[in-house]
């Protein structure tokens, strides 16, 4: 039974440091980009109607100027009018950083969900960080061992 424990802990371990290594080898690629002067790269849409709509359009486009982010926003509000409607827009791109205060929201009276980020394409899907990888693989294996044992 030890044997078999021991086994287990062994794999268990090679497991969590190689998948440690490659989230931290994949992030330090990405960034690196920006720091050797190389343009960011973003993913660009936009839909009046929905993420799925905005995803279905989706290009990818390098951005034109050093330093810019990218971004992605939900922009809702309501339209007064005869009859009042919520207007919503989806986008993701390229900007200055300004753009993330989220002043220029406000100034237009949207309510905006927005992100900034800038490593490529990080824009276009919820990556999970590195350590954060190894925090919910540690918690894995503590529950399976607890229920092992």
């Known amino acids: 039974?030890?044997?078999?424990?021991?086994?287990?802990?062994?794999?268990?371990?090679?497991?969590?440091?190689?998948?440690?290594?490659?989230a931290n080898c994949t992030s330090k690629q990405e960034r690196s980009s920006q720091t050797q002067g190389q343009k960011l790269r973003c993913y660009k849409c936009f839909s009046p109607e929905s993420w799925s709509n905005c995803r279905e359009n989706l290009t990818a486009v390098e951005c034109t100027r050093q330093g810019d982010i990218c971004y992605k926003?939900?922009?809702?509000?309501?339209?007064?009018s005869e009859t009042e409607k919520l207007e919503v827009?989806?986008?993701?791109?390229?900007?200055?950083?300004?753009?993330?205060?989220?002043e220029e929201c406000k100034e237009q009276e949207?309510?905006?969900?927005?992100?900034?980020c800038n490593t490529d394409f990080c824009n276009g899907t919820v990556r999970m960080p590195g350590t954060l990888f190894f925090i919910i693989a540690s918690l894995r294996f503590s529950f399976e061992f607890i229920i092992y044992f």
């Open 1 to 22: 039974m030890r044997d078999m424990l021991g086994s287990v802990m062994k794999l268990w371990r090679r497991t969590l440091l190689l998948a440690f290594l490659l």
């Open 73 to 80: 926003i939900k922009r809702t509000r309501w339209v007064r």
């Open 89 to 102: 827009s989806y986008a993701m791109g390229c900007n200055v950083p300004e753009t993330c205060s989220g």
């Open 110 to 116: 949207w309510h905006c969900d927005l992100s900034c």
